[in-house]
């Protein structure tokens, strides 16, 4: 890649100078109470930023939260977000009140070097995510006045062609930051020469989301295998009841053809847990997959595919993985993934986690997270990496 770098910028000198810095703050809070159940993405940015405050830059964050309609969502504010920065830059973050409005302009004019502002969440704007190049260019001009440098460090947002990431590089020099220039560096680890054996592990829950991936990977990989939701239509394509567990009927076709073509890479579930409903204190036991009860639904694969699953794990050199092996976030249904998790952990391989639910998954039980070689912040744009895709974030900077 012709990407510049954030040690390029630095080298450059940027004391006194204005650091307009693109990052993924897109954290988890809680419904009730407001806080932040997750602070993994805010952590990850810290790198980037504590270099260019070291270096008395005059820093301006800005980021998207959630999914609100392209106006103030009071629920999606980054208000939290920049105490829970201010703590662990140890130095308190300034946050304006609108992204690009009074508050944001006497905000960042008044930055000292050395300071870091963060800007309330950019789709409040519709210019941040509009289709109209026009709308979403007069949004992003905007946003470059606050800049004399643009640093993008948010893989998690860099396969969208949203006006922060992939319209305002064209405005100012641009380079990428520490956080994007690794997750780039160890996709490419797996879309090069991966020593092999090449173990890809699959959950979550539909196929249709998966589906692109699973094509690019399956001439590429060793093994293959599917657990979480998503497996239920691949055992429905075995001609399998699979009860009132999640299914896409129209992919069940699609599910035949690549079990039929993957010369047995894939491996399926061989047990699952299955439940009367879905509920954290629902009843629940153990079955074959070929014993799957009509009345009952699948939380979980079993103790059985554990074992399997990671027997090939164990032989791997390169892993991949990519969504949870059941409903993690409920104790009764968190076994599988636990399991395979901690397979990840022990295999001699170099692991790549990708972000999304895993990553949630590993921080929600408990693992030590330097177990793993890494731990992609995007779990979207990792996979759309992996497919070959071109990501407008990644795009950009290389123009």
């Not at 810290?46 to 070291?54: D, K, M, R, Y």
């Not at 300034?94 to 502002?117: I, P, Y």
């Not at 990519?322 to 022990?346: C, L, S």
């Given at each position: 890649?012709?990407?510049?770098?954030?040690?390029?910028?630095?080298?450059?000198?940027?004391?006194?100078?204005?650091?307009?810095?693109?990052?993924?703050?897109?954290?988890?809070?809680?419904?009730?109470?407001?806080?932040?159940?997750?602070?993994?993405?805010?952590?990850?940015?810290?790198?980037?930023?504590?270099?260019?405050?070291?270096?008395?830059?005059?820093?301006?964050?800005?980021?998207?939260?959630?999914?609100?309609?392209?106006?103030?969502?009071?629920?999606?504010?980054?208000?939290?977000?920049?105490?829970?920065?201010?703590?662990?830059?140890?130095?308190?973050?300034?946050?304006?009140?609108?992204?690009?409005?009074?508050?944001?302009?006497?905000?960042?004019?008044?930055?000292?070097?050395?300071?870091?502002?963060?800007?309330?969440?950019?789709?409040?704007?519709?210019?941040?995510?509009?289709?109209?190049?026009?709308?979403?260019?007069?949004?992003?001009?905007?946003?470059?006045?606050?800049?004399?440098?643009?640093?993008?460090?948010?893989?998690?947002?860099?396969?969208?062609?949203?006006?922060?990431?992939?319209?305002?590089?064209?405005?100012?020099?641009?380079?990428?930051?520490?956080?994007?220039?690794?997750?780039?560096?160890?996709?490419?680890?797996?879309?090069?020469?991966?020593?092999?054996?090449?173990?890809?592990?699959?959950?979550?829950?539909?196929?249709?989301?998966?589906?692109?991936?699973?094509?690019?990977?399956?001439?590429?990989?060793?093994?293959?295998?599917?657990?979480?939701?998503?497996?239920?239509?691949?055992?429905?394509?075995?001609?399998?009841e699979v009860g009132t567990s999640l299914l896409e009927k129209d992919m069940v076709d699609?599910?035949?053809?690549?079990?039929?073509?993957?010369?047995?890479?894939?491996?399926?579930?061989?047990?699952?847990?299955?439940?009367?409903?879905?509920?954290?204190?629902?009843?629940?036991?153990?079955?074959?997959?070929?014993?799957?009860?009509?009345?009952?639904?699948?939380?979980?694969?079993?103790?059985?595919?554990?074992?399997?699953?990671?027997?090939?794990?164990?032989?791997?050199?390169?892993?991949?993985?990519?969504?949870?092996?059941?409903?993690?976030?409920?104790?009764?249904?968190?076994?599988?993934?636990?399991?395979?998790?901690?397979?990840?952990?022990?295999?001699?391989?170099?692991?790549?986690?990708?972000?999304?639910?895993?990553?949630?998954?590993?921080?929600?039980?408990?693992?030590?997270?330097?177990?793993?070689?890494?731990?992609?912040?995007?779990?979207?744009?990792?996979?759309?990496?992996?497919?070959?895709?071109?990501?407008?974030?990644?795009?950009?900077?290389?123009?």
């Open positions: 890649m012709s990407i510049r770098t954030l040690d390029d910028l630095l080298a450059e000198g940027v004391s006194g100078r204005r650091v307009l810095v693109r990052a993924d703050l897109n954290v988890p809070l809680d419904k009730q109470t407001g806080a932040i159940t997750d602070d993994g993405r805010i952590r990850a940015v810290l790198p980037t930023l504590g270099a260019l405050v070291e270096a008395g830059a005059k820093v301006v964050v800005c980021s998207h939260l959630g999914r609100p309609k392209g106006a103030p969502d009071p629920q999606f504010s980054l208000g939290p977000v920049a105490g829970r920065l201010g703590e662990l830059l140890g130095a308190p973050v300034h946050f304006a009140t609108d992204t690009v409005g009074d508050s944001a302009r006497s905000t960042v004019a008044d930055l000292a070097d050395g300071q870091v502002a963060l800007l309330e969440n950019l789709r409040f704007n519709a210019g941040e995510t509009s289709k109209d190049e026009a709308e979403r260019g007069a949004f992003a001009d905007q946003l470059a006045a606050f800049g004399d440098a643009y640093v993008d460090d948010a893989f998690g947002a860099v396969h969208r062609k949203h006006a922060s990431v992939f319209d305002v590089p064209a405005r100012l020099p641009h380079v990428a930051g520490r956080l994007v220039l690794r997750e780039v560096e160890v996709l490419s680890k797996l879309t090069g020469e991966p020593e092999r054996p090449y173990v890809v592990v699959l959950g979550g829950s539909k196929v249709s989301d998966k589906l692109a991936v699973i094509e690019a990977l399956l001439p590429t990989v060793d093994r293959l295998l599917i657990g979480g939701g998503m497996c239920f239509t691949f055992l429905k394509a075995q001609g399998l699609t599910c035949r053809n690549l079990l039929e073509r993957s010369g047995g890479k894939i491996m399926l579930p061989v047990d699952v847990v299955v439940a009367d409903a879905f509920a954290p204190d629902a009843a629940h036991d153990t079955v074959r997959v070929d014993g799957i009860p009509s009345h009952r639904l699948g939380l979980d694969v079993g103790p059985e595919t554990v074992a399997g699953f990671s027997a090939a794990l164990s032989q791997a050199k390169t892993i991949f993985w990519n969504g949870p092996m059941g409903v993690f976030e409920m104790p009764a249904f968190a076994a599988g993934t636990r399991g395979i998790a901690e397979a990840i952990t022990k295999a001699d391989a170099f692991s790549v986690v990708g972000g999304g639910d895993s990553a949630a998954a590993v921080r929600a039980l408990g693992l030590d997270e330097s177990s793993f070689g890494h731990i992609s912040t995007g779990g979207g744009a990792s996979l759309e990496y992996l497919e070959g895709k071109t990501l407008p974030g990644i795009a950009a900077l290389e123009n």
